[in-house]
């Protein structure tokens, strides 16, 4: 089991001819994702190795049954090609780019509203089901198939980090994902959570947070309610000054709110086992799974 | 990116929101001819810097006679300001706006952001303009007003209805508000503002309605089609090695601590900074060389945590994603080579080639120290700047 991909996902690539598109596209492919369709305009009718490229995402989902987009759209494009794949009803949406305006996102969030379509992102490293499909830019081979364990995080390379040292450990994974660093995005923690607590599979879940907006707060309140299974997190971002852009648009302390302190006592308060030293988070895991 | 207040009034200016009648002055003789061109007494010279709290600090004084005005600017101009936002070295003054003082009956507060949470832009309102807007929220939650508006569908008369009634404004009054929230909102959309703050908007005895204060802050992620605003950032106000990294797209931010850290994605440079500080030293600064930095990214990256004289030692740590590890060895020994290395440099590398990375390290006869895992590294960079 895992959690909104496995080996039947049906990927398409929107943006598949670009440097970005082109380069993940085959790792996707080696990883053995069944990339089954690209989108460029003006580009259809062409092949990306042996997957075929259409003009839109509608003759793409058409022809092929794709039903996951993975976006490389560059940012002054990509809220649009993420409304695209909503107006075909794709079913999951994984948007890579990095650097897309906040209106823009706030534009596509509210049009989202009620559509069928769930997104991944954007700013983020994508989604991998360990041993069956990955979309997204995440190195595929630190990466342990079979569960127990689903891992959520707002960060790319931090992620990475924690996935290697649990399969260093000998622990596997069922669903390993990345929300994204913007200030808006599509999936939250508590999406995420809901769907970890009700995948038979997975055992225990890992939570990576960092500074700013209330996300992590959130996710600790639903995991209070709502989950039964053990949550171990982590908060980067404990020597960030206040009012400066940590690297992702959405990390910056304002004002006295979204500090990692203060992230991190509500999370001990939910209950969640909160680690606070990233050099042993493996042996950290290994304790309280 | 920040702009100052001149140049947020500006901004209003050519939208039609009224602000007080005001010019830039960069020289107290300057301010003094302005100040002439203003007419009349009171005049008020606030310093402009890249900062909140000036007037706390000393960066906003009322003139009322032109001498005044001349002492009033050479105490600013020239010198550093410290406000509760600038840290204890304070920011130097280049500009003073000279600007016409008002007759004040009442101060109100107004802002306008992105809310993250729900999607939604929020315009926060409050009669208790002219303070500290967090910690009026804190100690009367009950003075703010808070109104959502779905972007799709835009701001509409109802909206500024809530906020004018919430104000308890008058009849009269109401009206012209809500012209000015109608106008405030079009701004905050057209230049894709991510912050828009009036503190204080004034009424006058002549019943106007005056922006005596404005900031403004862009999302520097739609800097590409603002390109209007971006003739106001001002690279002054700005750490010099910050205005270097940008020029290579390098997320740099410089920090007070002595171990220069280099690393790959934004969570992870975070999560290394903290191992540094837990380990008993201060990061020099932040630097996420991004997940799909090439050799020179990697090199300039180097070369400008080195060119800060106050950095002890570097540790570098690269999780090799996207960025290859043999991608980072090679541009590490180049810039080691070109610059030279004056200080003791810790390397960990993890994930896809780090064996040909570690070989190019080893091979390159450069005194560089291999860590075998994160808590060796932040163990060993805080011993040696320990020392």
């Given at each position: 089991m895992s959690i909104f991909v496995n080996k039947e996902t049906r990927l398409l690539v929107q943006g598949i001819t670009g440097r970005e598109g082109q380069f993940h596209t085959r790792q996707c492919i080696e990883y053995g994702t069944r990339v089954v369709a690209g989108v460029t305009p003006g580009k259809g009718g062409q092949t990306m190795d042996d997957v075929p490229v259409f003009n839109s995402v509608r003759e793409a989902v058409q022809e092929t049954g794709a039903n996951c987009s993975m976006i490389f759209v560059p940012p002054a494009f990509a809220a649009n090609a993420i409304r695209e794949a909503i107006d075909e009803a794709v079913d999951l949406i994984v948007a890579i780019t990095e650097g897309i305006p906040v209106l823009d996102m706030m534009r596509t969030k509210n049009y989202l509203q009620g559509k069928r379509s769930r997104l991944i992102g954007p700013n983020c490293p994508g989604i991998i089901t360990p041993g069956q499909c990955k979309i997204g830019i995440m190195p595929g081979f630190i990466h342990k198939p079979g569960g127990p364990i689903g891992v959520v995080s707002r960060s790319g390379t931090l992620t990475y980090e924690v996935v290697h040292q649990l399969s260093t450990k000998g622990i596997g994974q069922t669903t390993c994902l990345g929300i994204g660093g913007d200030p808006v995005n599509g999936t939250n923690f508590i999406d995420c959570l809901k769907a970890f607590e009700e995948d038979a599979e997975t055992k225990g879940i890992v939570l990576v947070g960092e500074i700013g907006g209330t996300a992590e707060e959130d996710a600790a309140a639903y995991i209070r309610e709502k989950v039964?299974?053990?949550?171990?997190?982590?908060?980067?971002?404990?020597?960030?000054?206040?009012?400066?852009?940590?690297?992702?648009?959405?990390?910056?302390?304002?004002?006295s709110s979204g500090t990692a302190q203060s992230k991190i006592a509500v999370m001990k308060e939910a209950g969640i086992h909160v680690c606070d030293n990233l050099g042993r988070f493996g042996d950290f895991c290994a304790g309280v799974f | 990116?920040?702009?100052?207040?001149?140049?947020?009034?500006?901004?209003?200016?050519?939208?039609?929101?009224?602000?007080?009648?005001?010019?830039?002055?960069?020289?107290?003789?300057?301010?003094?001819?302005?100040?002439?061109?203003?007419?009349?007494?009171?005049?008020?010279?606030?310093?402009?810097?890249?900062?909140?709290?000036?007037?706390?600090?000393?960066?906003?004084?009322?003139?009322?006679?032109?001498?005044?005005?001349?002492?009033?600017?050479?105490?600013?101009?020239?010198?550093?300001?410290?406000?509760?936002?600038?840290?204890?070295?304070?920011?130097?003054?280049?500009?003073?706006l000279v600007e016409q003082g008002l007759d004040i009956v009442q101060e109100l507060y107004?802002?306008?952001?992105?809310?993250?949470?729900?999607?939604?832009?929020?315009?926060?309102?409050?009669?208790?303009?002219?303070?500290?807007?967090?910690?009026?929220?804190?100690?009367?939650?009950?003075?703010?007003?808070?109104?959502?508006?779905?972007?799709?569908?835009?701001?509409?008369?109802?909206?500024?209805?809530?906020?004018?009634?919430?104000?308890?404004?008058?009849?009269?009054?109401?009206?012209?508000?809500?012209?000015?929230?109608?106008?405030?909102?079009?701004?905050?959309?057209?230049?894709?503002?991510?912050?828009?703050?009036i503190n204080p908007l004034v009424i006058t005895a002549r019943e106007e309605l005056i922006a005596l204060d404005a900031k403004v802050e862009i999302d520097d992620n739609a800097l590409f089609r603002?390109?209007?605003?971006?003739?106001?950032?001002?690279?002054?106000?700005?750490?010099?090695?910050?205005?270097?990294?940008?020029?290579?797209?390098?997320?740099?931010?410089?920090?007070?601590?002595?171990?220069?850290?280099?690393?790959?994605?934004?969570?992870?440079?975070?999560?290394?900074?903290?191992?540094?500080?837990?380990?008993?030293?201060?990061?020099?600064?932040?630097?996420?060389?991004?997940?799909?930095?090439?050799?020179e990214m990697v090199e300039n990256g180097f070369r400008i945590i080195l060119s800060d004289s106050n950095v002890k030692g570097v540790l570098i740590n690269i999780f090799g994603g996207i960025l290859r590890c043999d991608v980072l060895a090679e541009g590490v020994v180049k810039a080691a080579r070109k610059t030279g290395i004056n200080v003791p440099v810790v390397i960990r590398l993890q994930g896809?080639?780090?064996?040909?990375?570690?070989?190019?390290?080893?091979?390159?006869?450069?005194?560089?120290?291999?860590?075998?895992?994160?808590s060796d590294a932040a163990g060993k960079i805080a011993e040696i700047v320990g020392k």
């Amino acid at each position: 089991m895992s959690i909104f991909v496995n080996k039947e996902t049906r990927l398409l690539v929107q943006g598949i001819t670009g440097r970005e598109g082109q380069f993940h596209t085959r790792q996707c492919i080696e990883y053995g994702t069944r990339v089954v369709a690209g989108v460029t305009p003006g580009k259809g009718g062409q092949t990306m190795d042996d997957v075929p490229v259409f003009n839109s995402v509608r003759e793409a989902v058409q022809e092929t049954g794709a039903n996951c987009s993975m976006i490389f759209v560059p940012p002054a494009f990509a809220a649009n090609a993420i409304r695209e794949a909503i107006d075909e009803a794709v079913d999951l949406i994984v948007a890579i780019t990095e650097g897309i305006p906040v209106l823009d996102m706030m534009r596509t969030k509210n049009y989202l509203q009620g559509k069928r379509s769930r997104l991944i992102g954007p700013n983020c490293p994508g989604i991998i089901t360990p041993g069956q499909c990955k979309i997204g830019i995440m190195p595929g081979f630190i990466h342990k198939p079979g569960g127990p364990i689903g891992v959520v995080s707002r960060s790319g390379t931090l992620t990475y980090e924690v996935v290697h040292q649990l399969s260093t450990k000998g622990i596997g994974q069922t669903t390993c994902l990345g929300i994204g660093g913007d200030p808006v995005n599509g999936t939250n923690f508590i999406d995420c959570l809901k769907a970890f607590e009700e995948d038979a599979e997975t055992k225990g879940i890992v939570l990576v947070g960092e500074i700013g907006g209330t996300a992590e707060e959130d996710a600790a309140a639903y995991i209070r309610e709502k989950v039964n299974k053990p949550v171990v997190g982590f908060v980067a971002g404990l020597s960030a000054p206040p009012g400066r852009r940590m690297g992702h648009a959405g990390a910056i302390v304002s004002g006295s709110s979204g500090t990692a302190q203060s992230k991190i006592a509500v999370m001990k308060e939910a209950g969640i086992h909160v680690c606070d030293n990233l050099g042993r988070f493996g042996d950290f895991c290994a304790g309280v799974f | 990116m920040k702009i100052h207040e001149y140049q947020a009034k500006e901004l209003f200016r050519s939208h039609h929101i009224p602000v007080p009648e005001g010019y830039v002055a960069t020289s107290p003789d300057d301010a003094c001819t302005l100040a002439g061109r203003l007419g009349r007494f009171p005049v008020v010279i606030k310093a402009q810097i890249h900062a909140g709290g000036r007037g706390k600090g000393g960066g906003v004084k009322i003139a009322g006679s032109l001498d005044e005005v001349r002492r009033a600017a050479e105490a600013i101009l020239g010198r550093p300001l410290v406000t509760p936002q600038t840290g204890p070295k304070g920011k130097k003054v280049r500009k003073v706006l000279v600007e016409q003082g008002l007759d004040i009956v009442q101060e109100l507060y107004v802002s306008i952001i992105p809310d993250r949470s729900t999607a939604k832009i929020m315009i926060i309102a409050s009669r208790a303009g002219g303070m500290d807007i967090e910690e009026v929220a804190a100690q009367h939650p009950e003075k703010i007003i808070r109104v959502l508006i779905n972007p799709l569908a835009g701001i509409e008369s109802d909206h500024c209805r809530e906020i004018a009634a919430g104000l308890k404004l008058t009849d009269s009054l109401a009206g012209k508000f809500s012209s000015l929230i109608e106008k405030l909102y079009g701004l905050f959309i057209e230049t894709d503002c991510s912050l828009l703050e009036i503190n204080p908007l004034v009424i006058t005895a002549r019943e106007e309605l005056i922006a005596l204060d404005a900031k403004v802050e862009i999302d520097d992620n739609a800097l590409f089609r603002q390109k209007d605003v971006l003739k106001f950032r001002d690279v002054d106000e700005e750490d010099p090695l910050e205005v270097e990294a940008s020029k290579y797209n390098l997320n740099y931010i410089n920090l007070n601590g002595n171990v220069g850290n280099m690393v790959n994605g934004a969570g992870l440079a975070m999560a290394t900074m903290d191992l540094i500080k837990s380990a008993g030293a201060e990061p020099a600064n932040f630097l996420d060389v991004g997940g799909g930095a090439n050799e020179e990214m990697v090199e300039n990256g180097f070369r400008i945590i080195l060119s800060d004289s106050n950095v002890k030692g570097v540790l570098i740590n690269i999780f090799g994603g996207i960025l290859r590890c043999d991608v980072l060895a090679e541009g590490v020994v180049k810039a080691a080579r070109k610059t030279g290395i004056n200080v003791p440099v810790v390397i960990r590398l993890q994930g896809t080639n780090v064996e040909k990375g570690r070989e190019i390290l080893a091979a390159s006869g450069l005194n560089l120290i291999t860590a075998k895992d994160l808590s060796d590294a932040a163990g060993k960079i805080a011993e040696i700047v320990g020392k």
